[in-house]
């Protein structure tokens, strides 16, 4: 199904459906444009929490809020895919946010990890389009991010470099891209991490070192937290999976 043709088609049939479906449609909408701002109203106001208009899966308030995550967590995955976002990125991040309602036991758990879900997709998607609206700060940020992945990165560093204070830096790009500093990049280079393990012969102990991770176990640790296995697995499972469309593209040459 293509998610951005079914709302589409929400929005035409709008008069024989409750009114509260043009908010829900203009709210992935939002996600997917990398509006962090309207976003972000969303979360101040608490949307998630009004249940005017959302029915009821679950008696139990708590289990009803997670039904409800995730079902949106499946729309903005895949509306995002559709507007530029990479696959496997989208995935891997709907299934992280999905695993932390394990350990949600109230309301406010599950809105809270909700709310950082729909800000971390809608800063990617910033980032995705390339938004001409990020500030000169945060852009030069990113540069500097992207050119010393394999270093450790400190804000003061970044600071330093973009020539603007350490907590007005963290501030802006907190607030235009929807994450901290310290998390994108720790996802980066979880992301070049999983490059290094599938397409390079380098150990994992190599790999930590590489990224400047502290220790073989802290990279572990963190590579299992964001992916959902240990690089061991991951690289065991992709490799085979290459390897497998390797030969089937040999015995069709």
């Not at 024989?16 to 976003?39: K, P, S």
């Not at 500030?135 to 990165?153: F, G, K, T």
């Not at 190599?206 to 990224?211: G, K, R, S």
Request: charged share 30%; with cysteine.
């Amino acid at each position: 199904m293509n998610y951005l043709n079914y709302l589409d088609l929400l929005e035409n049939d709008i008069d024989e459906m409750h009114r509260d479906v043009r908010e829900e449609v203009l709210f992935f909408r939002q996600c997917a444009a990398g509006d962090i701002y309207a976003v972000k109203q969303n979360v101040e106001e608490h949307r998630f929490r009004d249940s005017t208009g959302v029915g009821t899966l679950s008696k139990d308030p708590v289990l009803n809020l997670k039904y409800h995550m995730v079902i949106t967590a499946g729309i903005i995955t895949r509306v995002c895919i559709e507007k530029g976002l990479e696959t496997e990125k989208a995935f891997q991040m709907s299934d992280y946010y999905i695993r932390k309602l394990d350990y949600a036991t109230t309301e406010d758990d599950v809105e809270q990890i909700h709310d950082d879900m729909i800000l971390d997709f809608t800063g990617q998607m910033r980032i995705a389009l390339k938004d001409k609206d990020l500030s000169r700060a945060v852009s030069l940020a990113l540069d500097y991010i992207y050119a010393h992945l394999s270093e450790r990165i400190t804000i003061k560093d970044l600071a330093n470099h973009t020539g603007v204070s350490a907590s007005f830096l963290s501030r802006e790009f907190s607030n235009e891209l929807g994450i901290s500093i310290s998390d994108y990049i720790r996802d980066k280079k979880i992301e070049m991490s999983q490059e290094l393990l599938i397409n390079s012969d380098m150990s994992i102990i190599e790999i930590a070192c590489q990224l400047s991770f502290s220790s073989q176990s802290h990279f572990i640790q963190v590579f299992k937290t964001l992916v959902g296995e240990t690089p061991k697995k991951y690289r065991s499972r992709n490799q085979k999976k290459w390897t497998a469309i390797n030969l089937d593209n040999e015995s069709t040459t």
